[in-house]
């Protein structure tokens, strides 16, 4: 991995799909599918992956040209931050899913577990080997994390939550390490459902991490979030689960500040953390202004040393417009360089 600037900025993970790829007007009508949802693409089946490909270099590209420093491929090719991944693991009946309520408070169809989960073959890494091929800067792949993925799942089998989560770990664990060998730079693992769901996070969430990052080398981080601020609209001022990542194996730690005001004095619990740091509010298309970002950004260096701060939005970028997407990210890299000029 090339060396870093001090203030990296990079995405959570999405980039907007185009219109011309994905029926968005349906995807933001819907709660983020669980199972797979082929409806939502446009191009026929025969023309899908070569239509993913070209919007991958397209987000690819944006993320350049604004000015990021840590790219990933936009999640161009999935549904879902988590479904792509998990709908891949055997051990599923997806033909007659079940239901659990998502932390809306809603019923949402989900993958249904029938037999051991395990993943029987690499499913993101020929994504970072594209990836890599088509940009020199450091680059990021996102993964679904094992607790996250365990809440998203009817479990019929293992009938004991903790279980589950440890066979979610291990195939989350095979996928890590397939990932660094392909090249990746940087792998996050995605666990919205550590804030959503905080009592069992505390009993199982952080030892089921541990076992998807064990024996991986290479640079990892875990992203918490409040829910996509299309779909999820009310925030509170705190994570219910965020000091207690401290004993995470990860390296970084990824939280959104932005729309939420977060009082950033939690961060000094995660001493030995970098930490990637929202400073996008995604609930609104306004482009921030450079000087917003960079005041957002010092809030957190009252507790946080600056070299061990990287740039991020709130949560992923999916359901804003193009053009606002690309205009956040420029402020979130202007903020930077006012940073770096002190």
Known sequence: MAELPLFPATLVGSFPQPEWLIDRARLAGRFPPRVRAAELWRPAPEHLARAQDDATLLAIR?????????VTDGEIRRESYSNHFATALAGLDLDN?????????QPNPVPRVVGPVRRPAPVQAADVRFLRA????TIKVTVPGPFTMSQQTQDDYYKDPEALAY???G??????RDLFAAGADIVQLDEPYLQARPDAA???GVPALNRALDGVAGTTAVHLCFGYAAIVHDRPSGYSFLPELADCACDQISIETAQSHLDTSVLKHLTGKKIML??????TPEVEPVGTVVDRVRRALAHVAAEDIVLAPDCGMKYLPWESATGKLRAMAGAAEVLRRG
């Open 62 to 70: 944006a993320q350049e040209e604004a000015g990021l420093d840590i």
């Open 97 to 105: 899913p079940g239901t659990v309520i998502n932390r809306s408070g």
């Open 134 to 137: 088509h940009t020199d800067r």
């Open 167 to 169: 066979a979610y770990a």
């Open 171 to 176: 195939a989350v664990n095979a996928e890590v």
């Open 202 to 204: 505390r009993a199982y």
């Open 278 to 283: 929202g400073v996008l509010d995604l609930s």
